[in-house]
């Protein structure tokens, strides 16, 4: 390695851990001045070297939604969680079933998810997603009423690890909303929970199992796979 390939990937290193929060390719490129400016091929190159120095330790350089990121890996987080004192948020199996008929069938409406969920959504679950940055207005369907049309965000992918939606697992391969939470791995510190948000689990709530019957949430992932297939 060169010492200019060197110094570049020391540069990248040091936004990473200082930033704070994901940075994309022209974030990172943003840094340097036009008569210093590399090829985004060279800050490629760097991200990837930069993530190979990384393969066998505590840390990892991840792609998100929002760009790449320095993070714990996954697996040392039974042990970094202890360095917050507040327990991790427990959401309640309504707030995630809203959430999952969202990711999986967006853009949809709160009378859509209703329909399928069979129950009506609380104004405070729709607030807590929009509040957390999971979830965003995409527009309105042209129905009378225009009721608004509900997508994911950036933020959503970043806080589940996740590139895209294509790495969202199948509905296919999920049955109850126990299987998003390990899939998703939800229980991740850092937010501080709302003890009087309805969307919140109370102590003793049981969490994430689904009110769906298997049937119906199976007939949505057909659904959802047709739709997919013709566009």
């Known amino acids: 390695?060169?010492?200019?390939?060197?110094?570049?990937?020391?540069?990248?290193?040091?936004?990473?851990?200082?930033?704070?929060?994901p940075l994309s390719l022209d974030d990172l490129l943003a840094l340097f001045d036009v008569t210093d400016l590399p090829e985004r091929q060279a800050v490629r190159a760097a991200l990837k070297e930069l993530g190979d120095d990384?393969?066998?330790r505590g840390i990892e350089v991840l792609e998100v939604g929002s760009g790449f990121r320095i993070q714990v890996r996954s697996k040392f987080a039974p042990w970094i969680s202890r360095l917050w004192s507040e327990r991790p948020p427990r959401?309640?199996?309504?707030?995630?079933?809203?959430?999952?008929?969202?990711?999986?069938?967006?853009?949809?409406?709160?009378?859509?998810?209703e329909e399928v969920r069979g129950v009506s959504v609380s104004t405070n679950i729709i607030k807590t997603l929009q509040e957390r940055e999971w979830v965003r207005v995409v527009g309105h369907r042209d129905v009378p009423g225009k009721p608004s049309l509900y997508a994911t965000t950036k933020g959503f992918l970043d806080y589940f690890n996740l590139k895209s939606l294509s790495d969202l697992p199948t509905l296919a391969e999920i049955?109850?909303?126990?299987?998003?939470?390990?899939?998703?791995?939800?229980?991740?510190?850092?937010?501080v929970s709302n003890v009087?948000?309805?969307?919140?689990?109370?102590?003793?709530?049981?969490v994430l199992h689904s009110d769906l019957e298997s049937e119906e949430f199976d007939e949505a992932a057909e659904q959802t796979e047709t739709e997919t297939e013709t566009q």
């Open 91 to 113: 959401y309640s199996r309504a707030l995630m079933e809203t959430l999952a008929l969202i990711a999986y069938r967006q853009p949809i409406t709160r009378g859509e998810i």
């Open 54 to 56: 990384y393969q066998d």
């Open 196 to 206: 009087n948000d309805e969307s919140v689990a109370e102590e003793n709530e049981p």
């Open 175 to 191: 049955r109850d909303l126990d299987s998003i939470n390990r899939e998703l791995d939800l229980e991740l510190p850092g937010i």
């Open 1 to 21: 390695m060169s010492s200019t390939e060197h110094r570049l990937k020391s540069i990248i290193e040091a936004a990473l851990l200082a930033a704070g929060k």
